[in-house]
């Protein structure tokens, strides 16, 4: 039996498209279907399935973010580790939890934001991946004390923006 939990996947992902408990990116177009609607986050990884971050919590509720993959987006292979993030800062990578992962895919990469718990404290971790398997942390957003923030995939004037 394996060790992780996985935290309301499905019913969150289809009933709200601004928090996500896993967010999955598709390269170039969205997903049509009469159950995911063109406005989600669902896109195909590549031709051979697709890729996301999930939210998993331990059997003593500490709470990380994994990387999974699945041929059909219904059955997913899911890391029983947590994502290890290179980061070029060693107090920038120190966390206490992470958790609600978001995935924006923005030019060559797969931006991912999440709530970091850092010192104790709630912000946004800020990290990237080119294929799911090799992840890097840039510095978190919104420092201190803020635990949402969503990426747009578009320039407004001509920059990228996070809502938070």
Same mark, same amino acid.
């Given at each position: 039996?394996?060790? $992780?939990?996985?935290?309301?996947?499905?019913?969150? +992902?289809?009933?709200?498209?601004?928090?996500?408990?896993?967010?999955?990116? @598709?390269? %170039?177009? !969205?997903?049509?279907?009469?159950?995911?609607?063109?406005?989600?986050?669902?896109?195909?990884?590549?031709?051979?399935?697709?890729?996301?971050?999930?939210?998993?919590?331990?059997?003593?509720?500490?709470?990380?973010?994994? #990387?999974?993959?699945?041929? *059909?987006?219904?059955? $997913?292979?899911?890391?029983?580790?947590?994502?290890? !993030?290179?980061? *070029?800062?060693?107090?920038?990578?120190? %966390? *206490?939890?992470? =958790?609600?992962? @978001?995935?924006? !895919?923005?030019?060559?990469?797969?931006?991912?934001? $999440?709530?970091?718990?850092?010192?104790? =404290?709630?912000? +946004?971790?800020?990290?990237?991946?080119?294929?799911?398997?090799?992840?890097?942390?840039?510095?978190? #957003?919104?420092?201190?004390?803020? @635990?949402?923030?969503?990426?747009?995939? %578009?320039? +407004?004037?001509?920059?990228? =923006?996070?809502?938070?």
């Amino acid at each position: 039996m394996k060790k $992780w939990i996985i935290v309301g996947i499905s019913i969150v +992902i289809l009933l709200c498209s601004a928090v996500f408990c896993v967010a999955v990116q @598709r390269k %170039r177009s !969205f997903v049509e279907g009469a159950v995911i609607e063109k406005t989600s986050s669902f896109y195909y990884f590549d031709e051979d399935g697709y890729a996301g971050i999930f939210r998993c919590d331990s059997r003593s509720i500490s709470m990380d973010i994994f #990387a999974g993959f699945s041929k *059909d987006g219904i059955h $997913w292979d899911i890391s029983d580790d947590p994502i290890v !993030f290179h980061c *070029d800062d060693e107090e920038i990578g120190k %966390r *206490d939890y992470r =958790y609600d992962p @978001r995935v924006c !895919f923005i030019e060559d990469r797969y931006y991912i934001t $999440w709530c970091n718990g850092y010192h104790g =404290y709630p912000t +946004i971790g800020v990290g990237y991946t080119f294929d799911f398997k090799t992840f890097y942390q840039l510095e978190n #957003a919104f420092l201190p004390f803020n @635990r949402n923030g969503v990426l747009f995939p %578009r320039k +407004i004037n001509g920059n990228y =923006y996070m809502l938070s």
